[in-house]
């Protein structure tokens, strides 16, 4: 195989796959190394332990799946509060990040399914990336409140609902395998996120 830098990734890219189906305790060191195309003694002389090899691929995770998910991000916000149409384009930027939610959703499995397992580990990863999310999520809506789109409430309460609104779609499509509409489930998250649940009294 080649250098060890595309070795160490192929093992990782194997491991997520394997982690995600299986399981961290289901999952056995020689399978990874079977399915990267290397031998075993190949695994460990990267990875000591299989424990290792958990906390390499929640580097990866944290540092270049969800930043590649990410990326641009909070720009591409900041020019959605100033359009025309914030809805209709909101709505699509949502929608381009769950697809890419759903592209790397063996990541997020580990995230959601393995990662609590592991409370040696849990803390200094969820810490990593939660944090950055809410924050950009955040400063989106401190820019809508400046601009008279948004209510001036506590920034955070509000990032933090709607990242969970969301996160919820991601969750019954991917993890309990629900059959979701994503459209308009999107459409239906917006309208309670922009005009409320409760029927307005007229006067």
Same mark, same amino acid.
């Given at each position: 195989?080649?250098?060890?830098?595309? $070795?160490? @990734?192929?093992?990782?890219? $194997? +491991? #997520?796959?394997?982690?995600?189906?299986?399981? *961290?305790?289901?999952?056995k060191t020689a399978e990874i190394a079977? @399915? +990267?195309?290397v031998s075993e003694g190949t695994v460990f002389k990267y990875y000591s332990t299989k424990k290792d090899i958990l906390r390499s691929v929640l580097n990866k995770i944290v540092r270049e799946i969800i930043p590649g998910i990410m990326f641009g991000a909070a720009e &591409? =916000?900041?020019?959605?509060?100033?359009?025309?149409?914030?809805?209709?384009?909101?709505?699509?930027?949502?929608?381009?990040k769950i697809g890419k939610v759903n592209?790397? #959703?063996s990541a997020f499995r580990i995230l959601v399914i393995e990662l609590p397992f592991h409370? &040696?580990?849990?803390?200094? *990863?969820?810490?990593?990336?939660i944090p950055k999310?809410?924050?950009? +999520?955040?400063?989106? *809506?401190? =820019?809508?409140? +400046?601009?008279?789109?948004?209510? &001036?409430?506590?920034?955070?309460?509000?990032?933090?609902?709607?990242?969970?609104m969301l996160a919820t779609i991601v969750l019954e499509r991917? #993890? =309990?395998?629900?059959? =979701?509409d994503v459209d308009k489930e999107i459409d239906v998250v917006l309208d309670i996120y922009m005009n409320g649940v409760c029927v307005k009294s007229e006067g």
């Open positions: 195989m080649g250098n060890s830098i595309e $070795t160490q @990734d192929k093992i990782l890219n $194997t +491991a #997520i796959n394997h982690f995600a189906k299986k399981g *961290y305790h289901g999952t079977k @399915d +990267a195309g &591409d =916000l900041q020019s959605l509060v100033s359009s025309v149409n914030a809805k209709e384009e909101i709505k699509g930027f949502i929608k381009s592209e790397n #959703i409370e &040696d580990i849990m803390n200094e *990863y969820v810490g990593q990336f999310v809410i924050g950009m +999520a955040e400063g989106f *809506y401190r =820019l809508g409140v +400046a601009k008279g789109i948004f209510r &001036d409430i506590n920034p955070h309460t509000a990032a933090r609902s709607f990242i969970g991917n #993890i =309990l395998n629900k059959s =979701l």
